[in-house]
């Protein structure tokens, strides 16, 4: 893996130089779609607090609407986990990403007190590396062709060719 960062048993991959901007987007939407999940369990709560048909306010109209619909606030409960593991863990890669050193060569202490990092540029160019710089070619070619299978895959102009459709008489 070139320029490896770690092993991901979440996303069950290495990251590395090829992947390492969308390990790091998908980091930032966890967070971010917890926050939205946990503000509208709360919008909805508090409406249904407001709205209440027995005209009760405070803590009954809280425990009410609570009990009226038990999910959102099971919801907003469960989706503070998420905002606090994962978005530390952005955090921290975040910090990463501004001084342009791995989570490898973070745990191992590559580059200890006195020894600079010869690859930290500055935090602005360090973040603009990693999340708007070029994505390098792959060097294991799997195709025979290269990327334009992808683009056109190769269709058979007769199908009488492939073996499934052949007559066997």
Known sequence: VDEFDHHCPWTGNCVGRRNYRYFLSFILMVPIFAIYTISFCVVKIAVLSLNSPTGLVGWEA??????????????????????????????????????????????????????????DKSIGKNLQMRWCGYTPQRFIKFHKFGDEDYIDPPVPNDWQMLPEYRDEN
């Open 62 to 119: 809280f425990t009410e609407a609570c009990r009226a619909d038990p999910v959102a606030p099971l919801l907003a409960v469960y989706s503070l986990i998420p905002l606090g593991l994962v978005g530390a863990l952005c955090v921290f890669h975040m910090y990463l990403t501004s001084i342009n050193v791995t989570t490898n060569e973070n745990i191992k202490k590559f580059y200890k007190e006195g020894k600079e990092n010869p690859f």
